[in-house]
């Protein structure tokens, strides 16, 4: 996707949010495959994007059967992007990640 991205000519670079998965398993990076950290860095890297930040929805709360599974899925959410966040901006990546966000 990213190449299909890199293929528009534009005067200035594309503002991407890389979504997370929070344990839905439906959509976003994985945030423990090494790939989505290949991910992240190719879009700070390339000069038609840039890397706006991360969020993630943690969908699968709406099955949640009552309001302490809701927290817990929120807390998770929370935890997961968070964490991916941080590894980004330690070593040996070193990223910049402006805006991290959640909702559920």
Same mark, same amino acid.
């Given at each position: 996707?990213?190449?299909?991205l890199c293929q528009f000519s534009t005067e200035k670079?594309?503002?991407?949010?890389?979504?997370? !998965?929070?344990?839905?398993?439906?959509?976003?990076?994985?945030? +423990?495959?090494?790939?989505?950290? %290949?991910? *992240? &860095?190719?879009?700070?890297?390339?000069?038609?994007?840039?890397?706006?930040g991360l969020y993630t929805h943690g969908g699968h709360?709406? !099955?949640?059967?009552?309001?302490?599974?809701?927290?817990?899925? +929120?807390?998770?959410?929370?935890? %997961?992007? *968070? &964490?991916?966040?941080?590894?980004?901006?330690?070593?040996?990546?070193?990223?910049?990640?402006?805006?991290?966000g959640v909702g559920s």
């Amino acid at each position: 996707a990213l190449e299909a991205l890199c293929q528009f000519s534009t005067e200035k670079p594309w503002s991407v949010f890389l979504m997370v !998965d929070c344990g839905y398993g439906r959509d976003g990076v994985d945030p +423990a495959d090494p790939q989505s950290f %290949a991910m *992240a &860095k190719a879009l700070v890297e390339s000069p038609q994007t840039q890397l706006a930040g991360l969020y993630t929805h943690g969908g699968h709360s709406y !099955d949640a059967q009552d309001n302490e599974a809701v927290q817990r899925i +929120a807390l998770e959410e929370c935890e %997961a992007v *968070a &964490k991916f966040a941080a590894a980004l901006r330690a070593e040996p990546w070193k990223l910049q990640v402006p805006v991290v966000g959640v909702g559920s």
